[in-house]
């Protein structure tokens, strides 16, 4: 099994500022995504953090607003750039294989932005 | 793309009575299920999945059952505890593979009634 933490918990922020987001994995990991799930909704897949390269995004985000890095097998930040109230939501880092893509999820980072 | 459908979005049900989640998925070629258990203010965890080589899969009180043909799948919970209390999100993944190509229900809020 893999361990998933993520830092902040959570967050309050001021739009026009922007927050980013870390997840670290106990163990090295193939595949890790960044998922958002807004207020009492489902999960929306932004991306995929690939390690050595450009993060690949989902139709609908952009690597201007959702940049990701991912320096190795077991770290990776989600930045949400210049932000607004719309990017209030809980920002969930998952990591996995390619038979289970997302096998674990991390507790989550609650953002509200004022 | 993958349409994943999911009913109810609410159920509650007596302490010891089964639960039932449904969901039906769009994309015939749909080959892996699985559903996610999400506690308040926690990440998503996966509790069980199903290939589509098998009609059914057990764990202990948990029960997924396929039908290809008709494209849907169910969650069945026996002998419900209030620690099964939580938000169940069932997924597909399409033909396009990997977690892109994850699709999630919107999910159903349980209630266990003592």
């Known amino acids: 099994s893999a361990v998933i933490s993520q830092k902040p918990s959570r967050d309050i922020c001021q739009r026009g500022t922007s927050l980013t987001i870390q997840c670290q994995v106990d163990s090295q990991v193939t595949m890790m995504f960044w998922y958002r799930q807004q207020p009492g909704q489902s999960l929306t897949l932004i991306a995929t953090a690939n390690q050595g390269s450009e993060a690949t995004y989902e139709s609908g985000f952009v690597i201007d607003k959702f940049p990701i890095s991912r320096p190795n097998l077991t770290f990776s930040t989600l930045t949400v750039s210049n932000m607004s109230p719309e990017d209030s939501s809980i920002y969930l880092c998952?990591?996995?294989?390619?038979?289970?893509?997302?096998?674990?999820f991390g507790p989550g980072t609650r953002l509200l932005v004022l | 793309g993958e349409n994943v459908e999911q009913h109810p979005s609410t159920l509650s049900v007596q302490e010891g009575d089964s639960a039932v989640i449904k969901c039906t998925y769009s994309?015939?070629?749909?080959?892996?299920f699985p559903w996610y258990k999400q506690e308040l203010g926690k990440g998503p965890q996966l509790i069980i999945d199903?290939?589509?080589?098998?009609g059914e899969k057990k764990d202990q009180r948990i029960a997924v059952t396929l039908n290809k043909t008709a494209k849907h799948f169910s969650l069945h919970i026996t002998e419900t505890q209030p620690e099964d209390s939580a938000v169940y999100f069932c997924?597909?993944?399409?033909?396009?593979?990997?977690?892109?190509?994850?699709?999630f229900g919107k999910g159903t809020h349980l209630i266990i009634q003592p």
């Open positions: 199903i290939r589509s080589n098998v």
């Open positions: 998952s990591v996995g294989s390619g038979a289970v893509p997302a096998q674990y």
């Open positions: 997924a597909a993944i399409g033909s396009g593979g990997g977690a892109d190509g994850l699709t």
């Open positions: 994309d015939s070629a749909s080959n892996y």
